[in-house]
T-cell receptor, first 117, second 117 residues
Framework: AQTVTQSQPEMSVQEAETVTLSCTYD???????LFWYKQPPSRQMILVIR??????QNATENRFSVNFQKAAKSFSLKISDSQLGDAAMYFC??????????????FGKGTHLIIQP | NAGVMQNPRHLVRRRGQEARLRCSPM?????VYWYRQLPEEGLKFMVY????????ESGMPKERFSAEFPKEGPSILRIQQVVRGDSAAYFC???????????????FGPGTRLTVT
């Protein structure tokens, strides 16, 4: 079974600065997807960014980018120019690519991101 | 274009009662996933359904929990004889694609917060 580990229960950053959230995972599969989800106080799960394991290029979405290290099984999220609206819980998630019904996401325990004004 | 809808948003049940949680997927989506989030935890996969079929229920507790996704109407997560440990947020997600789709994403609803007194 796959596991996802987020080793930082809480991170704090000054507004406009850059912060990196770490995520490692364990799998024996070669094809899979990785995701970062944001959960603000409203508790709505919002997809931030997605990475396909077969792609070497790191995904980028505006101020959000990832550092995907497949050999190290590491998938960190970098948030540039942090804004107050970025304050939320951030969850790293894994999904198999192989189908066969194994489509449920495996989530880490989350990192609480605090933005200091 | 309405997103994934869940109701009720909040549900209070006494120990021993039944809880029924509903999820209407996004228009055109025929795949539904249920997740449970305990306090201070990430989401845990429970079950994956397609219309009239349970595809993967590896995350479902063996007793008291059941799920369905009928041909017509919303998906239902049913918890019989609830206990205090069932108190959690229950999230539904939907997807338009079969497993292995290259642009596969799960879109989450706002969740149902179940409180068992």
């Amino acid at each position: 079974a796959q596991t996802v580990t987020q080793s930082q229960p809480e991170m704090s950053v000054q507004e406009a600065e850059t912060v990196t959230l770490s995520c490692t995972y364990d799998t024996s599969e070669s094809d899979y997807y990785l995701f970062w989800y944001k959960q603000p106080p409203s508790r709505q799960m919002i997809l931030v960014i997605r990475q396909e394991a077969y792609k070497q290029q790191n995904a980028t979405e505006n101020r959000f980018s990832v550092n995907f290290q497949k050999a190290a099984k590491s998938f960190s999220l970098k948030i540039s120019d942090s804004q107050l609206g970025d304050a939320a819980m951030y969850f790293c998630a894994y999904r198999s690519e192989g189908g066969g019904g194994a489509d449920g996401l495996t989530f880490g325990k989350g990192t609480h991101l605090i933005i200091q004004p | 274009n309405a997103g994934v809808m869940q109701n009720p948003r909040h549900l209070v049940r006494r120990r021993g009662q039944e809880a029924r949680l509903r999820c209407s997927p996004m228009k055109g989506h025929s795949h539904v996933y249920w997740y449970r989030q305990l306090p201070e935890e990430g989401l845990k996969f429970m079950v994956y359904l397609q219309k009239e079929n349970i595809i993967d229920e590896s995350g479902m507790p063996k007793e008291r929990f059941s799920a369905e996704f009928p041909k017509e109407g919303p998906s239902i997560l049913r918890i019989q004889q609830v206990v205090r440990g069932d108190s959690a947020a229950y999230f539904c997600a939907s997807s338009p694609r079969l497993a292995g789709g290259s642009n596969y994403e799960q879109y989450f609803g706002p969740g149902t917060r179940l409180t068992v007194t």
